[in-house]
């Protein structure tokens, strides 16, 4: 396993990390994943085997059951990984039981910790923007945490852009906690994220972890343009992220080429793709069974060539969009021509 610095902090984390949305199948989640504490239990200790520090999870999933069987599944290792979940969603029915309050950050972050079974959260990353409440509430609650010792980092998921950036200079014009991290979807079916965040992360040298590597199961190899997947796939029963179906199948069939090439899989070859983009963190894992974990974690391992890199490059890059295309081409002549 390899470890990559989370952003501008001195925390290093695995360039993989598990994600537990599976654990637990309460109500909406149910079509996501069913894993139970045995199951749970046996893929945690299979990552922390393979080298894995880094977990991640949120409040929402399972309505706290995934918080509860991770928490249990690595109380054990607990002072050796760093623990990451979220706070945003609606955790009941109540007015303020949703949001990033004051209010809804400080009960939501506390009942987090009970069923995590710790007296910290390493990374608390807020799960969306929340446009009923000022910026400035969210980051001083979340400060405020920091202070106390119940959360070391901070991170985000979810955000444009420019929200991401008005955090940022909100919390260093105040001293306060910064955003070190954000979580995103990016795939090889979706690389939207290169547009604007991707340059600001560089520039701000915030974390990426993303989320949905495998856009939702789409390019796990079990989708063909003659083939619309397995019955009881979760794409079946969950047809999100969304992506564009022509540009993932072309993505698909040149991946198909590169994952005979190097005896690997496909799923395998789009992660690996992943873990070569250089803005690229951690890559958060979501297999429900040990033989798709076993396949995920090979991909840490696999080594593109440049070749092969410049035809996944080739097949999937974004279409030109404005300003783009006019910030490249006004820039072309800055730099002289190195020898």
Not at 197 to 210: E, F, I, S, T
């Amino acid at each position: 396993m390899h470890y990559r610095p989370l952003g501008r902090t001195g925390l290093f984390v695995s360039e993989l990390c598990f994600g537990a949305m599976t654990f637990g199948g309460e109500g909406f989640w149910k079509a996501i994943g069913q894993q139970g504490q045995a199951e749970a239990d046996k893929l945690v200790g299979r990552c922390l085997d393979a080298g894995i520090n880094f977990f991640d999870t949120a409040n929402v999933y399972s309505n706290g059951l995934s918080e509860e069987l991770l928490g249990k599944a690595l109380a054990p290792k607990r002072s050796q990984v760093v623990l990451a979940t979220k706070v945003r969603g609606r955790m009941g029915p109540g007015m303020n039981e949703v949001g990033l309050s004051r209010y809804h950050i400080l009960d939501s972050v506390h009942a987090s910790l009970k069923r995590l079974g710790t007296d910290h959260i390493d990374l608390l990353q807020i799960h969306g923007y929340d446009v009923a409440t000022p910026l400035d509430e969210t980051l001083r609650a979340l400060d405020d945490l920091v202070r106390e010792g119940k959360v070391r980092y901070l991170g985000a998921s979810n955000l444009a852009a420019w929200q991401l950036m008005k955090a940022l200079g909100l919390s260093d014009s105040r001293n306060q906690s910064r955003f070190e991290s954000l979580q995103a979807y990016y795939s090889i079916a979706g690389r939207d994220l290169e547009r604007e965040v991707v340059p600001l992360l560089k520039d701000q040298n915030v974390g990426l972890m993303v989320w949905s590597p495998l856009a939702g199961g789409f390019l796990s190899g079990k989708f063909r343009r003659d083939s619309q997947g397995p019955e009881g796939s979760r794409r079946a029963a969950f047809d999100f992220p969304p992506v564009d179906r022509e540009r993932a199948y072309n993505a698909i069939d040149v991946m198909d080429v590169i994952a005979k090439e190097q005896n690997a899989t496909v799923a395998r070859v789009a992660l690996a793709w992943l873990l070569h983009q250089p803005h690229v963190t951690t890559v958060i894992l979501g297999a429900k069974t040990e033989a798709q974990l076993e396949d995920n974690l090979a991909a840490s391992e696999l080594r593109l060539t440049p070749a092969q890199l410049e035809k996944l490059d080739a097949v999937s890059k974004l279409p030109p969009e404005y300003p783009g295309w006019m910030v490249e081409r006004q820039n072309a002549d800055r730099f002289p021509p190195t020898r």
